[in-house]
């Protein structure tokens, strides 16, 4: 389950009417709703804009982590409507955004990796090591992969951290000109080393 944008800032504002608690929960439960890991939603606002009968305005603001603003508005003969079709509007422009950088960072053909070394061995080799071996086995590698460090700034390597499920990212530095790696620690957060 998802629970990255859970529980953003929601502010509900009315105008030209008074705002029911049914009509604050249902455009809450929406933008609540909006799940989608990129980019992480800070705060929303939803204005709702009613002008006769006939003219139900919905429009939502997200302001998203990395200074992302996302916007949409839908006009219809009903609020619920309204709020459900800029939803909607929201939810594929974040699609849209996410798309656009996942397709600007893609690496270059020079800049994929060269070659994998893959080893296997039988499941049954270490039952038939006797038992009183005072040494354990030389590890062996399962896996290897290759690749070009990028001179990345911190910022970028946190939002390839964000689009890529890698447990972490080594970079160049731009910055401070070193080499650095950034990972995703459990309780959300980011940490990163810089090797010298």
């Not at 656009?100 to 070659?115: V, W």
């Amino acid at each position: 389950m998802q629970t990255r944008n859970a529980n953003p800032h929601v502010t509900v504002t009315v105008r030209h009417e008074e705002i029911t608690d049914s009509l604050r929960e249902y455009a809450t439960e929406k933008i609540e709703g909006i799940h989608l890991d990129y980019p992480k939603i800070i705060e929303a606002r939803a204005i709702l804009d009613v002008e006769g009968d006939r003219r139900h305005k919905a429009e939502i603001i997200l302001f998203c982590a990395n200074h992302i603003v996302i916007d949409a508005s839908s006009e219809t003969e009903d609020m619920y409507k309204s709020i459900d079709f800029t939803v909607a509007k929201i939810a594929r422009r974040m699609r849209k955004h996410k798309t656009r950088l996942l397709k600007s960072h893609r690496p270059k053909r020079e800049e994929t990796i060269k070659y994998l070394d893959e080893k296997n061995y039988k499941h049954d080799f270490l039952d038939k090591l006797p038992e009183d071996v005072q040494e354990e086995p030389e590890p062996f590698f399962v896996h290897k992969e290759s690749f070009r460090l990028r001179k990345l700034l911190k910022e970028d390597a946190i939002m390839e951290l964000d689009l890529t499920e890698r447990p972490f990212v080594v970079f160049d530095n731009a910055r401070r000109d070193v080499t650095s790696i950034v990972w995703r620690k459990p309780d959300g957060d980011y940490g990163m080393v810089d090797i010298a």
